[in-house]
């Protein structure tokens, strides 16, 4: 194998003629990426997409799971639907290929597509190899293509053992659950993510709120809180307590002690994926799907002027590692443009267990490549995100700021009285971090050890506990992060799923768990309480990384699990108590017997609870609702509902008229052009022309 260089490549460019073209196939996930790639590489390259997986496990054989769990767990894969035609243009490309590189994304997943493309479209070992980059930039492609690799059967084996396990948990349990309860599916790890809002919500309703006082007393220029007497800590339970303070009280305030310290505020290291999803929750408000799906093309390629370059390294790790290349053309940026005063160091962190490390935290791929630079290039969203995600970056090679914290304590009468202040004595990474980070100044007045002052008044406030917050997408991903449950680049899968089940609803930002969520938690915890938590989830994680490392026989792990975790289903199957349906409080007219609401494909429905032996259902009537008159026939505009449950509006004669608006039409011509005039977000607009009605 002759290892590519770029000035090799373009030698044989020139020497092929093009009958001889395409003679290397590159194979990649995304159909944006293929096109960024391929702007790197030669005529000799041809560069195509598998747009994402090509197959999955059947879901045929037994319980329908698409796995021969008496043949050591044997998967049946059977293409994704819709993906035949990719699968065979795919085959005729390898077919006119003498080499194929798989250059799938660099993690398990990606390598486990690699290697599925390979056993789908026959590639044999001699005719492939499999290439790895973390950034889609010139240099790490064209560097990828130098150092060919095979594919890591270990990382394959894990992925499948983690695809294997999920299926069976996953049909087992949302098979029980659909027949048991009102819940829609469960999971290995979407069930325990739902176990740990149900909880926190437990904690807040069994809170008890407890009072408690404070004292302040406030002098010109700074206030000052009660918080000992003499050597004790001081807590204030109740009005009575806290009028024996006030009368014990002298009318003078002496300082005490002060004392002046200088801290270091510490950078924080570049961004993994978890990080990077809270601090764009916290800091953009982007949820976690919103946010990878940006990444995801921050990563895989925008046009910039005459280029096209992938603007961050990929968006899906577990370590806070940096390059040395990148480590040192940052210090040297740094260096250029803030002063080599601003210059930190590495830092390392202590490594999780868990944690793969297996390529660079989420950096810019360019660090000369700033915000302000791109910023024409991008949308609004992804400008925010990549500036986010650079200075994050930048800041991590900083110094750490240095504050001068002073606190004063106040005494009278053995009571004592503490006054915070703070002042930024160096910004260090904050010089390209503040916004993201606040360190205002609290700045006190000149004081002095045994300075007296007389309070212009002292303030008591009554306070009361309060319970645990409920957890917003943030702090729920810090957690599942915390306690190594799942994978960071699902945690955003997680979230959209347990909302689309109706297992919770968000409330000020917060998750809050429905009846149903609750109930679906419970069920599942007094059945599968040992398998459904998190020491168990978290475990689960540990063994797959052993498989991934070559330490551990994956078909013995799912011996394992499914030898402890069947017994259990079936033992549920038999003795978990059946919902009763809710009754309507009609009576059937066919045999007079209660009628019910009842579940089905196309959601729910009323029937008649004395079923099977009465069929009878309930038509129900569809109420219309009628906007305005058509205006391209005679029928009427009316509210309707896409095949994914989207309202739009359209005409009621359709299919022979098909007039429809997304946007509610107001019944009103455009003064300008004669179309229907509609309410849009931004107000009255024609659904034709550039008209905007003014308010």
């Given amino acids: 194998m002759i290892l590519l260089t770029e000035t090799k490549i373009t030698s044989i460019n020139k020497k092929r003629g093009r009958d001889e073209m395409n003679k290397n196939l590159v194979i990649v ?18 560069v195509v997409s598998s747009k994402g997986h090509i197959r999955d496990l059947a879901t045929s054989g037994k319980y329908g799971l698409g796995v021969d769990i008496e043949h050591d767990f044997k998967p049946d894969y059977i293409p994704i639907p819709g993906k035949k035609k990719v699968i065979n243009e795919l085959k005729k490309d390898v077919k006119d290929s003498d080499m194929v590189y798989l250059a799938t994304d660099p993690d398990r997943e990606g390598e486990a597509i690699s290697w599925h493309l390979k056993d789908t479209l026959n590639i044999k070992d001699g005719h492939y190899k499999r290439i790895l980059f973390h950034e889609i930039t010139k240099n790490a492609v064209l560097e990828a293509l130098k150092n060919p690799k095979d594919i890591d059967y270990d990382l394959v084996k894990s992925q499948e053992a983690r695809r294997i396990l999920d299926r069976i948990i996953g049909f087992r349990l949302s098979k029980l659950i659909q027949s048991k309860t009102g819940g829609k599916s469960a999971g290995r790890v979407q069930s325990v993510a739902l176990k740990l809002i149900v909880d926190r919500e437990r904690e807040i309703e069994n809170f008890v709120s407890e009072e408690y006082w404070t004292i302040t007393a406030k002098f010109d220029g700074f206030d000052s809180k009660l918080f000992k007497y003499k050597e004790e800590d001081l807590e204030l339970h109740n009005k009575e307590e806290v009028d024996h303070v006030l009368h014990s009280l002298g009318d003078t305030f002496t300082v005490e002690e002060i004392t002046s310290k200088e801290r270091s505020k510490k950078s924080k290291p570049a961004f993994i994926t978890s990080t990077l999803q809270q601090e764009s929750s916290t800091k953009l408000g982007f949820n976690a ?83 302000i630079q791109v910023k024409p290039y991008l949308s609004n969203d992804e400008y925010k995100l ?31 009285f503490k006054t915070n202040g703070q ?37 008591d406030e009554q306070h009361f506990t309060k319970p645990p917050a409920r957890y917003t997408e943030a702090k729920l991903i810090k957690e599942l992060d915390k306690l190594s449950i799942g994978r960071p680049s699902t945690y955003a899968t997680i979230m959209e799923t347990i909302r689309q089940r109706d297992y919770v609803t968000m ?42 490392d070559g330490k551990k026989d994956e078909v013995q792990l799912l011996k394992d699990f499914y030898s402890e975790f069947e017994p259990l289903v079936k033992t549920a199957f038999s003795n978990m108590e059946k919902k009763a349906p809710e009754q309507t409080g009609e009576n059937c007219p066919q045999c007079g017997s209660p009628l019910v609401k009842r579940k089905g494909k196309y959601g729910e429905f009323v029937a008649c609870s004395n079923y099977p032996e009465c069929k009878y259902i309930k038509k129900e009537e ?47 011509k455009c003064p300008e052009c004669g179309s229907m005039l509609v309410e849009a977000k931004e107000g009255i607009k024609c659904s034709s022309c550039d008209y905007k009605k003014e308010k």
Avoid at 29 to 46: A, Q, R, V, W
Avoid at 397 to 403: E, G, N, Q, S, Y
Avoid at 426 to 440: H, Q
């Fill in 29 to 46: 996930e995304s159909p944006s990426k293929s096109h960024t790639i391929e702007k790197y590489l030669g005529n000799d390259f041809k």
């Fill in 289 to 371: 799907k919103k946010t990878m799906s940006i990444a995801q093309k921050l990563y895989e390629g925008i046009d910039i002027g005459n280029d096209t370059v992938g603007l961050i390294t990929y968006m899906r790790t577990d370590s806070t590692r940096l390059s040395d290349q990148f480590i040192k053309a940052t210090y040297k940026y740094i260096n250029d443009t803030y002063g080599k005063e601003y210059i930190g160091y590495v830092k390392q962190t202590k490594k999780k267990e868990n944690v793969q490390d297996a390529h660079e935290a989420i950096r810019p791929t360019d660090i000369y490549r700033t915000p």
């Fill in 386 to 416: 990549y500036k986010l995600i650079y200075f994050r970056a930048l800041g991590s090679l900083m110094k750490d700021a240095k504050v001068k914290a002073t606190t004063v304590i106040l005494d009278n009468q053995d009571y004592k």
């Fill in 423 to 459: 002042i930024l004595l160096f910004d260090g990474y904050l010089k390209v971090y503040k916004e993201y980070e606040s360190s205002e100044d609290v700045i006190l007045p000149e004081l002095h050890e045994n300075d007296a002052f007389v309070a212009e008044e002292i303030v």
């Fill in 507 to 548: 409330e000020d930002k917060k998750f809050k768990p429905t009846e149903m969520g609750i109930e679906t938690t419970d069920k599942l915890q007094e059945f599968f309480s040992n398998i459904i938590n998190v020491e168990y989830t978290a475990n689960m994680e540990s063994d797959l990384d052993k498989v991934a």
């Fill in 622 to 668: 569809k109420q219309v609702i009628e906007i305005c008159d058509c205006p391209n026939c005679d029928g009427k505009i009316i509210e309707r509902k896409s095949k994914k449950g989207k309202i739009f509006y359209g005409c009621n004669n359709f299919p022979k008229c098909k007039t429809a608006y997304w946007d509610k039409p107001t019944g009103e």
